[in-house]
C-alpha cells in the first residue's frame, strides 16, 4: 500500500523561527509535493519535486523552501517562520503519469 | 490566479437526491482530472478520474461529465447518503513526465438524512 509519512504532525513555533517539515515516501514515485490547506481555499500547492535533487516553485512559494535529497525524501523549510504560515501543510506523492497523488496525513503548524 | 474553480463552495441536499458539483479550469494541455474526497481530520482521497478522451466516466453511484470545449466538468452523485459528506475537491494535471497536481478550493457537501 502506498505510504507517505510526514513528521511532526503537529508543530508550534515562534516567529522569525526556522521550521522544517519532514516527508518520506515508500512508493518509488518520482513526482513528490507539497500543498497548504485553508478554510476557502482548498489545497494549494508550493513546491513539487520531479525527482532527487530537483526541485519547482508552485503556486504559492514565497516564503518556502524545499529540499529533495533523495527519491524518498522531500523537505519544505520555513526559514523566518511567520503567522501566516499557520496552516495545514500535507505532502503528497505521485507516479510518472500523475494517475493517482497519495497524500500524508498531514502536519498542523501553528506559528505565534 | 486559479486554474481550477469549483462551485458552489458548500452543497446540501437531501438523502437519496443527486448532488452535482461544478469544476471549470483554464489551462488547455491538462489532461487529467481527478476528484478528491476528503474527510473531517483526515487526508484527500482519490474518489474517481477521467481523461478528456471520455466524456463521461461512471463509478457506481459517482459519474463525472466532461465538456472538452467549455473546458468545464460535473461530479454527480446519484441517490446520495449521510456517509457521502466530506469535501470534494477537482484537481488538474498535464503530462506524463511529472507534473504538477493543481486543486480547486473544493465544495463541501451535506447530506441530511
Known amino acids: 500500500e502506498a505510504a507517505v509519512t510526514q513528521s511532526p504532525r503537529n508543530k508550534v513555533a515562534v516567529t522569525g523561527g526556522k521550521v522544517t517539515l519532514s516527508c518520506n515516501q515508500t512508493n518509488n514515485h518520482n513526482n513528490m509535493y507539497w500543498y497548504r490547506q485553508d478554510t476557502g481555499h482548498g489545497l494549494r500547492l508550493i513546491h513539487y519535486s520531479y525527482g532527487a535533487g530537483s526541485t519547482e516553485k508552485g503556486d504559492i512559494p514565497d516564503g518556502y523552501k524545499a529540499s529533495r535529497p533523495s527519491q524518498e525524501n522531500f523537505s519544505l523549510i520555513l526559514e523566518l517562520a511567520t503567522p501566516s504560515q499557520t496552516s495545514v501543510y500535507f505532502c503528497a506523492s505521485g507516479d510518472q503519469g500523475n494517475t493517482e497523488v497519495f497524500f500524508g496525513k498531514g502536519t498542523r503548524l501553528t506559528v505565534v | 490566479q486559479q486554474q481550477v474553480r469549483q462551485s458552489p463552495q458548500s452543497l446540501t441536499v437531501w438523502e437519496g437526491e443527486t448532488a452535482i458539483l461544478n469544476c471549470s479550469y483554464e489551462?488547455?494541455?491538462?489532461?487529467?482530472f481527478p476528484w478528491y474526497w476528503q474527510f473531517p481530520r483526515e487526508s484527500p482521497a482519490l474518489l474517481i478520474a477521467i481523461r478528456p478522451v471520455s466524456n463521461k466516466k461512471e463509478d457506481g453511484r459517482f459519474t463525472i461529465f466532461f465538456n472538452k470545449r467549455e473546458k468545464k466538468l460535473s461530479l454527480h452523485i446519484t441517490d446520495s447518503q449521510p456517509g457521502d459528506s466530506a469535501t470534494y475537491f477537482c484537481a488538474a494535471s498535464a503530462g506524463t513526465g511529472g507534473y504538477k497536481v493543481v486543486f480547486g478550493s473544493g465544495t463541501r457537501l451535506l447530506v441530511s438524512p
Open positions: 489551462d488547455s494541455t491538462f489532461d487529467y
